[in-house]
């Protein structure tokens, strides 16, 4: 059940509770409302002030219900396991009407097999309330909310039980009552109790004989008296609600007419239950009840709380009220609304910063808190200059709290509590609503901004420009992963945490940080505390809450605070939703770079390429035409090279065109069967190398269509860049523990870190001669084929492709 159902739930069922003329009568109304509001098929009362018996029931007998007997033999066991342990005897029972047993036990809940569930609650000082459903029961926030409401009734069945108990002289009845004689058209006063002098303000000898009407009338109009008329002539009770002037103004009343059996003439007794109080509270209600229809409506979280202390000032008459919510950015539950003497005492509003008084005590445990006597309270109260005899603190979420208090103690009553902390989770369902939908609204233009971007660099400063103030993530920044060193490198930060750390860190597999596990995991991490950490990069870190998100395989983005549990799982939500848009912000812009990119490197290539060895090429021609009788070998030779070098630049091109427009290509293949077409095409040209394929594993991966390309690159280069004197290059398949792996390893001089810098920089401005292109097309390939590329240098070069599992 929705919160908002659940207060209407309640309110309605508040309505249908009051004392009656009889106990069965006050159960029974109270039990129909339960079951129709709640959604329950079967219910029963029982009082156990003279052992366990049923007041009310549906159906009226309870044995022809399976879960209703189920429920009355469960009670029947705990009453006699209470007896047994000498928790209750029979005199104490009668006298404490159930409270002193099984009450303490409740609420409690019981399934049936094939039949449903039902639900024990105490009725306080009478009986227990059983409440059935078929399949599942009440949820917990419905169970929690009862308690008051049950109370009510326990109240109201007592009430109704000490009247039964009275005499029947009305003298004894606890209610203004009056005994009317009807003569024709006139109703004269015979007889009336003390109760009825006082409240309407009269004495015995000026009152008797009298009409009654103008002693106890209507402000407005006269009683209709036709109804009463009719119910008398009939012989039945007439119960209507009147309106009735005392000396205390205008009230409300529940008016009993009780016709007595006469020959003489047509009597009743008249019996006034003073509805005051419950007519105001239906009043506040019903315009609580609107208040919370514009409160959910509201856009922002500005506009939540604006309306919620308009709420509580003008619906409860409370003068000093006020919404503060959390700041992560100053640490602090800042005023955003307040209402009454807050804003007369206050030029401006206190901010709590100071985590050891009962407000961050409420805020960080969520927990309602209600001081009726700030003199007894053993707690630490704000030192807000503020005078105040009674507080309520009522935490909205993890937005922040609401707080109201008088000047005097015990200025809230049980009803004000119990309606304030059923405004509070509204309050807090209102707040999540707005921020969710701020949030996501800010999150989305952000992302659309970030599109424009055309470098990772300026992605990252756009978002993480917006997020201290769209999601109140102050110390946040980007870590992007980098294949090619197998490491996490910092991207970007915001401005309080680059404040905060002189050089952020670069974190890899070797150093099993929270952020590198966080990354192969690809789960969110929320740290209550990182310096407590065992896996804390830095044990001595200023940061103590944080959230890790994986920004899939592109990286990781960071939140952080100075203080501990400044996370929720609503944070790290919102956060995923940010990180899952950066991967794909990411992809498109490497996406658009490549297409681009496309025309700048082929453009380079035959600019830079084929223009440098076109030079030597006329310089070489040049020669020979000038030396005709000189030896042409050299030169010749020169001239060979050179042209084999322009055919590799045009092999080159050609398949990078082939790689960029397949991008978004897979298929699936055998390693091992990609593997040895390499080696059955590169051997033959390079006779005086020596080239070992070892197959340790046959196993099937997808990848981009031009995997064997790659491949054939890496081999290449192995023997191209070889200057040992028998060159070597290994190439083995096998399965490792992180997933199918190939591994081409030579005997050189190791690959220098500029041609790296292709892998790592992926533009066209570092593809300055042919192995950079070959690199870039193997750096694109294993990319396109969602592999991970790294190179080891420390014995000659070991390039590493793995596969994901």
Known sequence: MRAEQRFRALYEISLAVESQATVPKTAETALEAYLEQLDCSVGAVFTTSEGLSPVAAVPTEPDRSDLLAAAYTQLESRLEADIDRGH??????????????????????????????????????????????????LDDETIAALPDLNETVARACVSAARRQRQPQWFEALPYPVVAVTIEGTTERVVEMNERFEQRFGYEDDTIRGREVNTLVRLPDRPFERDRLMAALDRGESLEAEVQRETPSGTESFLFNAVPLETQSATEYIGIYVDITERKQREQTLDELYGAVQKLLAADSRQQVCTQAVETVASVFGYSTVGIHLYNREIEALEPAATAGRVREQFNEPPRYTV???????????????????????????????????????????????????????????DQEWHLLRLLSQLVTVALDRSTTRNRLAGVQREISEAFQAETHEEMAETVLDAIPALLDFPIAGVWRYRPARDVLEPLGMTEDATELFDAPPTFSEDDKSIAWQTFESGSTTIVSDASQHPEAYNPETPIRGEIIVPIGDYGVLTAGSTYEDSFTQFDAEILEILAANLEVVAEVIDSRQDVALLEQVIARILRHNVRNKLTPIRGYANTIVEQLDQPLKSHAEAIVENCNELARTAEHAREMRTVIRARDEMTTTSLAKAVRAVAETVDPEFPDGELLVNIDATTRVTAHTQLTTALRHLVRNGFDHNDSEQPRVVVTVEDGDAGPTVEIADNGPGIDAHELDVIDRHGESALEHGSGAGLWIIDRVIEYSEARLSFETTDGTTARITFPQ
């Open 355 to 413: 985590r050891d008084t009962v407000i961050w005590d409420a805020y960080e445990a969520r927990t309602p808190v209600r001081i009726d006597d700030t003199e007894d309270f053993e707690g630490t109260l704000p030192d807000d200059g503020a005078p105040a005899g009674s507080t309520i603190i009522l935490p909205l979420g993890v937005h922040g709290v609401l707080i109201t208090s008088a000047v005097k103690p015990d200025a809230f009553g």
């Open 88 to 137: 209750a005897t029979d005199e104490q029972r009668s006298q404490e009407m159930g409270d002193i047993s099984i009450g303490s036990s409740l609420p409690a809940t019981e399934s049936v097999t094939g039949v449903g569930t039902y639900h024990l609650f105490s009725l306080p000082g009478f009986g227990v309330l059983v409440l059935g459903r078929e399949g599942a029961g």
